[in-house]
């Protein structure tokens, strides 16, 4: 397999004009007013599941790549089986190369926003690796049951996520991650599934996320 271990800050993109995955299952892209109500402080599991079913069946050991502000964190650890959870996050000021917002924060800011999610996770099994997510990956143990992929959403870093962070994840185990609608999340996919000569089936999508079981 080609090693494409970069950076994930500094990630080259592939080049490579893949196909798009084929989006009939996929709901229609989730709306700014939807979105905003997906995290609420008063987060309720029947809104959290809507948002996030990747998440419903879901137990064990886990990873997070890329937890911002702990919204999701915190609805993992509140709703789901889960007994302990990684959250990899360098929390690193950035030039976001496809337009989100966070891109225009400071240092400062993003010091801020740390130590805010910190405080909203305090109580629950959670360990915060300030790392990004290709340099954190021998913080955690093998054998995870599962790993969540929403950090930086090029395609480069989407398939260097999913190809590094696949194996340690156990048979039986999910990969999976955030905004499957996104072009650069799509791209990043098709190429992994290229690479692998796996068919798109391989990845199941429902709503705005994607996942692989391991076999």
Not at 94 to 105: D, I, L, N
Not at 154 to 173: C, I, M, P, R
Request: hydrophobic share 35%; glycine share 8%; charged share 30%.
């Amino acid at each position: 397999m080609p090693n494409y271990k970069n950076d994930p800050y500094n990630a080259p993109n592939l080049g490579r004009k893949a196909p798009r995955l084929a989006l009939a299952s996929l709901d229609r892209e989730i709306a700014l007013d939807e979105w905003i109500m997906a995290y609420p402080d008063f987060l309720d599991p029947i809104k959290y599941f809507q948002f996030r079913p990747f998440f419903k069946d879901i137990g064990g050991v886990g990873v997070e790549i890329g937890s911002f502000e702990g919204y999701n964190a915190l609805g993992i650890m509140t709703f789901t089986k889960t007994e302990k959870l990684y959250c990899i996050d360098p929390y690193k000021a950035y030039t976001c190369p496809v337009g989100e917002y966070m891109g225009k924060f400071t240092q400062e800011d993003w010091d801020e926003i740390f130590e805010r999610t910190k405080k909203k996770l305090e109580g629950k099994n959670v360990e915060f690796i300030r790392k990004p997510s290709l340099d954190a990956r021998d913080d955690v143990p093998d054998n995870l049951d599962w790993v969540y992929i929403d950090g930086l959403h090029t395609s480069a870093s989407v398939f260097n996520d999913l190809t590094y962070w696949e194996t340690k994840v156990k048979a039986g185990g999910r990969i999976g991650g955030h905004d499957a609608t996104e072009a650069e999340v799509q791209v990043g996919l098709r190429e992994w599934l290229i690479v692998n000569k796996l068919p798109d089936n391989v990845i199941k999508l429902n709503g705005n996320e994607w996942w692989i079981t391991k076999c």
